[in-house]
């Protein structure tokens, strides 16, 4: 599921759209929640991803038994990895299959450029390899090298993060995210349990209402906020400050402002690492200082 910083990201994301193209308020939190949906598409697209890793190395299999001249492994063919546990689970997931079936443009081609070429790259690994000739097997190791084989060939591949760019717009800009929650996936999985369900995208009403609260009240009081934060600068105009630098420092102050449960500490730090997805270098460095001084006079714990 997105956590609150995942959340606060989609917030920033909307008031940045917001000020490129003004719209209702109405439309611009359904615009929110659609891009967050769209997250969950990404989501089960990786996944299905490994799932036709998979099914590609079956296809491999099938093709060598069907050769004329045969090699001992083609006779007797390693299948190590098509009997991963993890992949199986994955394979078997219900909410994986009947969400893929209503939207089949997640479906991967088992020819697919992308695919193959992966296909080719992992099994031409070292780890690939010393994981196929490894005698003993267990749970764990094979939960360990799918964890590992995901972050090497999915998360890390720049062939799939370009790929997605041209697929859906959104996608490269979630990809952190959806990542995340895969590699959380792979280290829910259970030996002996059934796997049902997959991470949701939003876990309850609560987090729902934070997220639409914390549009609504930055949006409502941004010109109030936007003149507290002119007297917090120091040797530096407001307009020298990059719009998104703005909007996360006014998010920021804003939820300081209006979620008095929430410790200031604790929406200093989500904002920082927030400014480390989204701005410069240094603009974390920045930001902290400005949400510092900020708590510190109007004594905000």
Same mark, same amino acid.
Do not use: C
């Given at each position: !599921?997105?956590?609150?910083?995942? %959340?606060?990201?989609?917030?920033?994301?909307?008031?940045?759209?917001?000020?490129?193209?003004?719209?209702?308020f109405d439309v611009l939190e359904k615009n929110m929640f659609s891009e967050i949906d769209k997250i969950y598409h990404l989501y089960i697209y990786q996944?299905? @991803?490994? =799932?036709?890793?998979?099914d590609l190395a079956e296809r491999q299999i099938e093709i060598g038994k069907k050769k004329y001249i045969k090699s001992e492994n083609d006779t007797n063919p390693?299948?190590?990895?098509?009997?991963?546990? =993890?992949?199986?689970k994955l394979e078997e997931n219900d909410e994986r299959l009947s969400f893929t079936s209503k939207n089949q443009d997640l479906k991967w081609d088992i020819y697919d450029e992308l695919? =193959?070429?992966?296909?080719?790259? !992992? &099994?031409?690994g070292k780890r690939y390899q010393d994981f196929m000739k490894e005698e003993s097997s267990s749970f764990e190791k094979d939960q360990k090298f799918i964890g590992k084989l995901f972050l090497r060939y999915i998360a890390?591949? $720049? $062939? @799939?993060? +370009?790929?997605?760019? +041209?697929?859906? !717009?959104?996608?490269?800009d979630d990809f952190h995210?959806?990542?995340? !929650? %895969?590699?959380?996936?792979?280290?829910?999985?259970?030996?002996?349990?059934p796997s049902h369900t997959l991470i949701k995208m939003i876990k309850d009403e609560e987090?729902?209402?934070?997220?639409?609260r914390l549009l609504k009240e930055t949006l409502n009081h941004w010109e109030e906020t936007e003149k507290k934060l002119e007297t917090k600068l120091e040797n530096w105009d407001l307009e020298r400050i990059s719009l998104l630098d703005k909007i996360i420092l006014i998010t920021a102050m804003s939820e300081i402002d209006y979620f008095p449960l929430t410790p200031a500490r604790v929406i200093i730090n989500?904002?920082?690492? %927030?400014?480390?997805?989204?701005? &410069? $270098?240094?603009?974390?460095?920045f930001i902290n200082g400005i949400l510092d001084k900020y708590t510190r006079d109007i004594n905000r714990n």
């Amino acid at each position: !599921m997105l956590g609150r910083r995942q %959340i606060r990201e989609k917030v920033i994301e909307s008031l940045y759209s917001y000020h490129q193209n003004p719209i209702k308020f109405d439309v611009l939190e359904k615009n929110m929640f659609s891009e967050i949906d769209k997250i969950y598409h990404l989501y089960i697209y990786q996944l299905n @991803f490994l =799932v036709a890793l998979k099914d590609l190395a079956e296809r491999q299999i099938e093709i060598g038994k069907k050769k004329y001249i045969k090699s001992e492994n083609d006779t007797n063919p390693n299948q190590k990895f098509i009997t991963n546990k =993890v992949l199986l689970k994955l394979e078997e997931n219900d909410e994986r299959l009947s969400f893929t079936s209503k939207n089949q443009d997640l479906k991967w081609d088992i020819y697919d450029e992308l695919l =193959v070429k992966t296909f080719q790259r !992992m &099994t031409a690994g070292k780890r690939y390899q010393d994981f196929m000739k490894e005698e003993s097997s267990s749970f764990e190791k094979d939960q360990k090298f799918i964890g590992k084989l995901f972050l090497r060939y999915i998360a890390e591949n $720049d $062939d @799939f993060h +370009e790929h997605l760019e +041209e697929k859906e !717009m959104s996608w490269a800009d979630d990809f952190h995210i959806s990542n995340s !929650m %895969i590699q959380k996936t792979i280290g829910f999985f259970k030996e002996n349990e059934p796997s049902h369900t997959l991470i949701k995208m939003i876990k309850d009403e609560e987090d729902r209402n934070f997220a639409r609260r914390l549009l609504k009240e930055t949006l409502n009081h941004w010109e109030e906020t936007e003149k507290k934060l002119e007297t917090k600068l120091e040797n530096w105009d407001l307009e020298r400050i990059s719009l998104l630098d703005k909007i996360i420092l006014i998010t920021a102050m804003s939820e300081i402002d209006y979620f008095p449960l929430t410790p200031a500490r604790v929406i200093i730090n989500e904002y920082i690492e %927030i400014s480390k997805v989204f701005s &410069t $270098d240094r603009s974390n460095i920045f930001i902290n200082g400005i949400l510092d001084k900020y708590t510190r006079d109007i004594n905000r714990n």
